[in-house]
């Protein structure tokens, strides 16, 4: 009869796994821990501008995380943990945070103030009680928070409250039908629980935050409906010239005739976006199967995201090429002029794909020296290539709606013989109604955010349970044992947990502890830690991919267990998850390193030179000159460590050795079906 649990971060999995030990000692169980679901409104902090003690999150059922106390500091609120390190937070910016009564209006939770127009004085007012920070204003006003979510916010940044999926890139030749397809939430709203609707389509708005594409089934196959399907499901209708919804059928056959559009003719349609030309490009496309033509005309889709990652990794010229390469996207008929510039991969602020814009059909490339026009189309042409190399095609069936994020997934059809005609219909939804609808149905994304570490706990809180295995031998074992030892690994060893054990590996390099000694800093101005983060930040900061991020943000995690090997000791670690040339880079960089002080130990500084002839040497170098000898910094102003969080995670949930398809390791401890 419990509820879910409901943890508020994975970074607390060391904690929630010692709060389960606890609990067995004492002799209670698990649902000590378990909470029932908040409102998203009351996630991040809980104030009261009274001295009652505030109703705090699932966190306060477990045992501290390590805050040793609390203090004033010129002016800042200090929050001191276990380990040494201080965080401080500005009081303006807490009380910016009060939920306070008289702070926020009771029902929008929205200030009534404007955070610079209020007394930020708080003289020695702050208190710790268990986890409960109280922090009193020289003006009366009162706040409580969670110290550990405030200390989570500050490391995970402006994305804490409102979590998005780490995108799973996916090879079109391999991905199944299944691995997209959803049914339909029910129809009939007064005879369903809207709890259930919820959820469902939060799976929907999952698939297509993470993969850009879902398939849903069992929608009614009539026209007129896949508009207010999407409204009721995903979010409002986006109305574009072609109307709140438009119907894609063959209305002439003849090429040489006009039509409003290539998509109303029988031919085939390369991968493409729809409407690259607008500014937004409409953001989630939906095509509703009404009639499937029984001749031909295949869905085909394509994940942008995953080609351009493939090209950044094996063509990273060409990758820079349509990355830096404008283009002038533009429509035009009677009643229409539409126009805008683009390129066809765009970056985001930290260096990840963004965006990618395909549409052969409608663009005009800038024209640039005769050298630049041939780099330009040249990598096109890779582009093209590549996109085709990785698609997926399948037939939509009657009901069937396809939906694809438009500056992702790149969709198309196989053409189709008159006699037997296709019939869709289609409409446009904005990103924000569809990240409305996750967040809806997984509290803020939270939910999702902590499934992983819910069912590790849950299946460590079953362990007492489970019968002791037979087997002594390994070779003596049964499929059986096999199949549930493959599970319990796959459970314990989820990319998301992996990607937190890193961080908390990385952690224990900030500050003093029994583990690691009295000395992070070895003799350098700055910990392993911020060496790591300041390593990483220039890594971002260049435009690095995400396994070169990853790479340098861990690059010195085995330095205080194989000092003298320890690029090996990371390298094996993330061998299975990253590009063979950062694994490579990893296992060298002692080398190269050496390079800029190995004469004042009596070494060869050259020494690097002896792999002179590899492939990956030039990386090892730019690697080390550009990024790790640089960042020894005490005044450099890293990327706090939240910034490279869905970094890590998006790399860590990769399928293991993704780049080596016959590796001989492919299989081991856990399985490689999911691939």
Known sequence: GTQPLQLTELNMLPSALAAVRALRVRGQSLSTLLRAPRRLSQLPHRC??????????????????????????????????????????????????????????????QRLYDVCDVNADIGDGVELDGDCLAVTFTDGHRCEFDVHELLREVTDGPAFSHRLPSHQLWDGRATRLADISFP?????????????????RADIARSLLAKGVAVVRGVEPRGNVVADWAANH???????????????????????????????????????????????????????????????????????FFVAELMRREHPLAFKTLCDTRLRFVYEDESNQLATVRRHIELGEQGQIARVFVSGRLDFVEHKTMEEMEEYFEARKLLVTLLDQHTMSFALNAGDVLIVDNSRVLHGRNGFVEHAPRFVEGCYVDNDGVRST?????????????????????????????????????????????????????????????AERL???????????????????????????????????????????????????????????SPANHGSVIAGMLEPYIAPECTWTLAHHEVFQGYHYFEHVGCDPNRRDMFKEHEHYQA????????????????????????????????????????????????????????
């Open 620 to 675: 090892c170098v730019d690697f080390c000159d550009d990024w790790d000898a640089a960042s020894f910094d005490p005044d450099f102003e890293s990327e706090p460590e939240g910034v490279f969080r869905p970094i890590v995670r998006r790399v860590m949930q990769r399928a293991p050795f993704w780049h080596t398809p016959d590796h001989p390791k492919r299989g081991a401890v856990v399985s490689a079906d999911d691939e």
């Open 503 to 561: 961080f908390d590996l990385l952690r224990l390099t900030s500050a003093p502890s029994p583990l690691v000694g009295s000395d992070t800093k070895l003799g350098a101005a700055v910990t392993l830690y911020e060496h790591g983060l300041q390593t990483a930040t220039r890594a971002l900061r260049a435009g690095a991919s995400d396994d070169w991020i990853v790479a340098a943000l861990f690059h010195d995690l085995g330095e205080l267990l």
């Open 234 to 304: 995903l979010g409002p209708v986006r109305h574009t010239n072609w109307g709140r919804s438009f119907k894609v059928v063959a209305t002439n056959t003849d090429t040489t005739v006009s039509n409003e559009d290539l998509a109303y003719t029988n031919l085939p349609l390369a991968l493409h976006v729809d409407n690259p030309y607008r500014d937004p490009a409409p953001g989630f496309q939906l095509l509703h199967c009404i009639q499937p033509s029984t001749a031909g005309g295949d869905s085909t889709v394509c994940d942008g």
């Open 438 to 498: 996750y967040w809806v149905g997984t509290d803020g994304g939270h939910a999702d955010d902590i499934a992983t570490t819910a069912k590790l706990l849950s299946g460590l809180a079953a362990d007492d349970d489970e019968p002791v295995k037979t087997f002594s031998h390994l070779g003596h074992s049964t499929r059986e044992d096999i199949v549930h030892m493959t599970d319990r690994y796959n459970v314990a060893c989820d990319g998301l947990l992996l």
């Open 184 to 200: 339909s939430p029910p129809a009939d709203a007064a005879n369903v629980d809207e709890a259930v609707t919820r959820m469902q």
């Open 48 to 109: 009261s501008s009274s001295s009652a003690s505030p109703a705090l999150s699932a966190s306060s059922a477990l045992p501290s995380l390590g805050v040793a106390g609390v203090f004033v500091e010129d002016g800042a609120v200090c929050v001191a943990e276990d380990g040494g390190r201080v965080t401080r937070l500005h009081p303006r910016w807490l009380r910016s945070r009060s939920l306070a009564p008289d702070a926020v209006q009771p029902s929008t939770k």
